[in-house]
């Protein structure tokens, strides 16, 4: 099972993983009824549907807007204002979020996009949000959310960019569609080839290395140095950091890295 997770995703699951394992995919065992691990890896390994199951059953999704909120904070103070200095020429802004889960992470860069002068001062800024779990992907794209869990949005953030449901939606909570318009959302493993050609102003790739081998997070570090614009931002998440590819990245801030020009 590891090894086979290890392949379709690249996470590399510690001996403690074995309970979550079981507990995961104990139910879609059931589901399917068959009575054991040996019957099921056969199946996942002859059925690409039921390997793209596998992978999203393991996947970890946790996440929240304003997500370790400095990163968002060094957009607005930091890098804004360096585009709009230095951008005039070329005002278009692109941005990857490479591992966006529900999307709480690029509507959380929307907001933070909109709410600054790059709209006012004609910029083209665009997001494009990527997941490996197409489940998850689906719910970021409808941008609904139960407002109770969203208490690191502030009132006034609420009342501008989101509308709260009534009637049988009540207790929900749907982004604007301003924010909804700059986003794309589609699926890529992150393992694989990326369809992706930059160059990207900004890429966040949060909390998700937490789960690769050191050789997996090198070669990803080394792919993303490759769609970066020079003098692009690369942000990880808290307890990540980058060891191997660093001869490419500046550190710039916790967790936030620049390309080397060359
Ligand atoms: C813990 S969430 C992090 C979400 C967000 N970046 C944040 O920091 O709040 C990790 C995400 O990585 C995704 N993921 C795991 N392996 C992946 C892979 N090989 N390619 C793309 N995404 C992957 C999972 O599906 C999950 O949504």
């Known amino acids: 099972m590891r090894r086979m997770l290890n392949e379709l995703t690249g996470i590399t699951l510690q001996e403690r993983g074995r309970e979550m394992i079981y507990n995961r995919l ?7 009824k068959l009575d054991g691990f040996a019957a099921y890896i056969q199946l996942v390994e002859k059925d690409s549907e039921e390997a793209r199951t596998f992978a999203e059953a393991l996947t970890t999704n946790t996440t929240h807007f304003f997500r370790e909120e400095h990163h968002f904070d060094y957009v607005s103070d930091v890098l804004v204002p360096d585009w709009l200095k230095n951008r005039s020429q070329d ?17 959380t860069l929307a907001m933070v996009l909109q709410e600054s ?34 208490g690191t949005v502030t009132p006034e953030r609420m009342k501008r960019w989101f ?25 890529l493993n992150l393992m ?31 792919r993303f140095s490759e769609v970066l614009r020079p003098g692009g931002i690369l942000m990880l998440g808290h307890s990540e950091s980058m060891v191997a590819g660093s001869t490419r990245f500046d550190s710039v801030g916790k967790t936030i890295y620049r390309r080397r020009a060359s």
């Open 26 to 32: 104990g139910r879609r065992l059931r589901q399917l």
């Open 117 to 150: 002068r790059l709209r006012s001062a004609g910029f083209d800024t665009r997001i494009l949000a990527t997941d490996i779990d197409r489940a998850t992907l689906e719910k970021a794209r409808m941008g609904t959310y139960p407002a109770e869990g969203m």
């Open 192 to 222: 694989n080839p990326w369809p992706v050609k930059g160059p990207f102003d900004l890429i966040l790739c949060r909390n998700v290395f937490i789960y690769f081998s050191p050789e997996v997070t090198a070669d990803l570090t080394l």
């Open 91 to 107: 005002k278009r802004v692109r941005i990857w979020s490479a591992a966006c889960s529900s999307g709480e992470e690029p509507y």
């Open 163 to 187: 509308k709260r449901g009534v009637g049988t939606r009540a207790g929900q909570a749907r982004v604007a569609p301003e924010l909804k318009q700059m986003i794309t959302f589609n699926p």
